[in-house]
């Protein structure tokens, strides 16, 4: 192990680099290290990864850490042996004889952590394995994929239950960054962890700048977001289908981006190479649906951008999280349409799930169509869903640019009596011709200029009225007929809502979005020092990154790189102050990054 005499501080120090814990990181790791099990709730980038890396150092025995992806183990083990920590995983991209060394290390105690996918955890000839080895912890990571009720379950997460009952002794840590009050309470029940301790850490990633914008023409809207704001930089553009990831990143490619597509209809491949390209190198931009992101590790992802809506706020608040993860500035956009909104009622409808999940999944993706509709402070929109608190932030789209609501009772009863006195099936373009009084063919056909709702809305203009029923269907007052022609229907909401005449309060249609800029190109609005310097740096760490074959965030994040081109030391004492600076890194890497800094200060004299 690399030290059971250490204590947590003093490996946090010495190991990681890092001077103190932060929020409740000491109080976890002091409650596993003493044997108890966990649930750890705690925002991507917060340092969830020490809660268990640590007390797995600490405690006697290999530390087995559940991860649902193959693809990611190598980078997180290669993270690890970086700081001198005997880690190692298993997997089938593995050789036969790799899998045999490795096994032999877990039995023979020569090894500190080992990362598994739950479908070879479960194997009766792995777990046999474990039945004869000195274990140190289970941790199960991205534990969201045990709970149907989560955003990306996975069958073989829901058998780790057997954990409790084959190794009682072991301590077990459950740990996710997305997960509401139903999903965690779902999730201690499925792993038995009700005797251990929750904790819960908040949500709150105020580095991150929420936007969500009215679709009118999606790919337009997201180019013009990534050139006035990321023209340089890393990032992850969300498509819902895979025909139009391919045509995204095809098209964005003859933008003159380096865009890569992921979806699980690409070969395995195809996907891991396209992977390692993000991950590796700088620029490129991820065009995924969500068959990518979990468990990425990429620091500098400066923007995430949704061409349509997720299916709920846990799964947006995943995806965005994998922008800024350094803790430097970043952008997370979404176009929104309300089509989108019913695409994804008809997904839950088509499911086979039973009917208390879908009406669950319905009443989540209600909370995410009310997050997209908001005339108030987005951040706390999602605070609120998760539990947590917070005040307006300054940081998202409807701070910046707070948008104006009125009392939309009136113009929801006409909408609504619309769509019930043309017999609920003619879609919006045709209720707006009828309440602005069209002379049209069509509707003379049907005898609609005969309603009482004909022409009752001619002083309201086209883009309010797509504005106003875009808001009643977030707010489940009508529904869409997805798989007819789009037409409008009430739903018992709506009905009452016309019989009970309450009152609603509407978000006014202004045609514009503020965005913030300045989030590119590593937040270098926040960066006092030499950029010349940063840039010198990165190329170092890039061709260390090159020769071992690693991610070079794997060497030093950015902000090490930052601190390294601000402070400018001259000795290794200088050097070793500074974040993420542990002793092997110190160790491999410190004297070629003073020269580089000794060499750069040369060539620009002095």
């Not at 504005?467 to 977030?474: D, E, K």
């Not at 609005?525 to 890039?542: I, M, Q």
Request: proline content about 4%; aromatic content about 8%.
């Amino acid at each position: 192990m690399t030290s059971a005499q250490s204590s947590p501080l003093q490996i946090l120090q010495k190991t990681y680099g890092y001077t103190k814990f932060r929020g409740q990181q000491e109080e976890i790791i002091a409650h596993v290290i003493g044997g108890k099990n966990a649930f750890i709730l705690m925002p991507t980038a917060a340092g969830k990864s020490l809660c268990y890396q640590i007390p797995a150092l600490c405690r006697a025995g290999v530390g087995i850490i559940v991860s649902p992806l193959i693809a990611l183990m190598q980078d997180q083990v290669d993270a690890l042996r970086q700081l001198g920590i005997k880690a190692a995983a298993i997997n089938s991209s593995m050789s036969p004889n790799h899998i045999r060394e490795t096994e032999a290390k877990i039995r023979n105690g020569e090894i500190d952590m080992v990362y598994v996918a739950p479908e070879r955890l479960l194997m009766e000839d792995f777990l046999d394995l474990l039945d004869g080895s000195k274990l140190a912890l289970f941790a199960i990571d991205e534990a969201h994929c045990v709970s149907q009720w989560g955003h990306d379950f996975r069958p073989h997460y829901a058998q780790l239950s057997l954990l409790a009952t084959r190794y009682p002794d072991i301590p077990r840590l459950a740990l996710t960054a997305t997960a509401d009050a139903p999903t965690r309470k779902n999730i201690v029940n499925c792993l038995q962890l009700a005797d251990g301790q929750t904790f819960i850490a908040g949500f709150d990633r105020p580095n991150i700048h929420y936007s969500i914008v009215i679709k009118d023409n999606a790919k337009q809207q997201i180019l013009r977001f990534i050139k006035d704001n990321h023209a340089h930089d890393s990032g992850i553009v969300y498509c819902l289908s895979r025909a139009a990831t391919e045509e995204m990143a095809e098209w964005l490619c003859e933008q003159g981006f380096k865009a890569l597509p992921y979806h699980a209809g690409l070969s395995a491949e195809i996907r891991s190479r396209n992977q390692e390209r993000f991950l590796r190198e700088d620029k490129i931009i991820m065009v995924a649906t969500i068959a990518f992101g979990m468990g990425i590790d990429k620091p500098d992802v400066r923007f995430v951008a949704h061409m349509t809506i997720p299916k709920n706020i846990e799964a947006y608040y995943q995806e965005t999280g994998r922008a800024g993860r350094d803790g430097l500035p970043a952008n997370a956009l979404m176009v929104y349409g309300m089509g989108d909104a019913a695409m994804q009622r008809n997904f839950i409808e088509s499911s086979t799930a039973p009917d208390n999940q879908k009406r669950i999944e319905h009443q989540k993706l209600n909370a995410l169509l009310g997050l997209c509709e908001a005339a108030g402070c987005r951040r706390q929109i999602i605070l609120d869903y998760f539990g947590d608190t917070g005040t307006p932030c300054g940081n998202c789209d409807t701070c910046l640019a707070p948008p104006e609501t009125f009392d939309g009772t009136v113009a929801a009863q006409k909408a609504l009596s619309c769509v019930y006195r043309t017999d609920q099936r003619f879609g919006v373009g045709y209720l707006i011709d009828v309440l602005l009084g069209k002379d049209d063919e069509r509707i003379r056909q049907f005898q609609h200029d005969k309603t009482s709702t004909f022409g009752i809305g001619a002083d309201t203009g086209k883009p309010e009225w797509q504005s106003i029923f875009r808001q009643l269907v977030a707010k489940n007052l009508l529904m869409v007929d997805i798989e007819g022609h789009g037409g409008l229907s009430l739903t018992p909401q709506g009905q009452a809502f016309l019989k009970e005449k309450k009152t609603i309060l509407l978000r006014k249609y202004t045609g514009k979005i503020k965005l913030r800029r300045g989030a590119s190109s590593g937040a270098a609005e926040d960066f006092e020092g030499d950029p010349s310097l940063l840039t010198a740096l990165k190329t170092t760490r890039l061709t260390l990154a090159k020769a071992q074959n690693v991610p070079p965030y794997v060497i030093f994040h950015d902000k090490t790189l930052r601190e390294m081109a601000t402070a400018r030391p001259e000795t290794l004492a200088a050097l070793a102050r500074l974040h993420g600076m542990g002793e092997k890194k110190m160790e491999r890497y410190g004297k070629i990054f003073l020269d580089a800094i000794a060499q750069h200060g040369a060539a620009a004299g002095g």
